[in-house]
């Protein structure tokens, strides 16, 4: 059992969840053949979301080490997804260990791993949440016993929001999470983009997402910077995650070409 109630026997093996699957394009090992399966079939379609994935997750720790440059020393990290070392804590902590760090996802698995991969140092806390019910988030004890709002936070939003469609409000969601966090306060947020798309390749990947536990939807440059509100972006502004304060070698154009989402870390109340 773990610390939020749930047995690996209460974890859905049944439906692809975009999280396991996610895993499974990082080459992780948690995930179920269901799961592989759909991912296999999304990769079908579209070959890109591997490196697509790839580039978040190093945008993810490029991202985290500015924010804590920065001073910040506390984060709410929205959709963790399975853990994989190094994670927002321990990127975070290299540079600053007295850095918090709350995650929240929705599924079950991440939370079965919590324990051992994510809070067992301390200072770090989670939460089974969905990004649908952002108060609940917000509202939750751990949250409340290790986020202090009248100081400055970071909220990581990485390819989680292009999970929500637009019936679900993702801007009011974003709003909602957002007007609790004070002035210097930062939005660390990436999501999936059509706008390099030639042959309706996102459109038929997307497809496979709908017999999943989430749909997908891409969204462009304007929609995706409007996720940004109240917030300055740094620079470079909202740019392919490769292309986010790079540390190393900046990809060629035809690799590039492959990376098919947007990134961007915004400051409230300007930079």
């Not at 790839?54 to 984060?75: L, P």
């Not at 959709?79 to 290299?94: F, Q």
């Not at 660390?188 to 017999?211: P, Q, W």
Request: aromatic residues 8%; negative net charge.
């Amino acid at each position: 059992m773990s610390e939020t109630g749930f047995s690996p026997q209460q974890i859905d093996t049944s439906t692809p969840h975009p999280a396991r699957m996610y895993d499974y394009f990082l080459g992780g090992m948690d995930n179920y053949e269901v799961d592989r399966e759909a991912a296999e079939r999304v990769l079908g379609h579209a070959p890109f979301i591997r490196p697509t994935a790839q580039g978040n997750r190093v945008f993810h720790h490029r991202a985290v080490r500015a924010v804590v440059q920065r001073g910040i020393r506390q984060i709410i990290d929205i959709g963790t997804g399975i853990p994989t070392s190094p994670n927002t804590h321990e990127v975070a902590r290299a540079a600053a260990p007295d850095t918090r760090v709350v995650y929240v996802d929705n599924d079950p698995i991440v939370a079965t791993y919590a324990g051992a991969k994510l809070t067992n140092s301390g200072g770090a806390g989670f939460v089974l949440g969905d990004l649908r019910e952002p108060g609940a988030i917000l509202d939750d004890p751990v949250t409340r016993d290790l986020i202090d709002f009248a100081e400055p936070v970071a909220l990581t939003l990485l390819a989680v929001v292009h999970f929500i469609v637009d019936d679900e409000g993702p801007r009011e969601i974003l709003s909602t999470l957002t007007s609790r966090l004070p002035e210097g306060s930062c939005l660390i947020l990436s999501h999936i983009t059509a706008d390099f798309d030639e042959a309706d390749e996102m459109a038929k990947a997307s497809e496979v997402y709908k017999n999943s536990t989430a749909q997908l939807v891409a969204r462009r440059h304007d929609e995706v910077m409007s996720f940004f509100d109240g917030f300055e972006l740094l620079e470079p502004g909202l740019v392919k995650p490769p292309l986010w304060r790079p540390d190393g070698p900046v990809p060629g154009a035809d690799e590039l070409y492959d990376h098919r989402g947007y990134a961007g870390v915004g400051v409230k109340g300007g930079a």
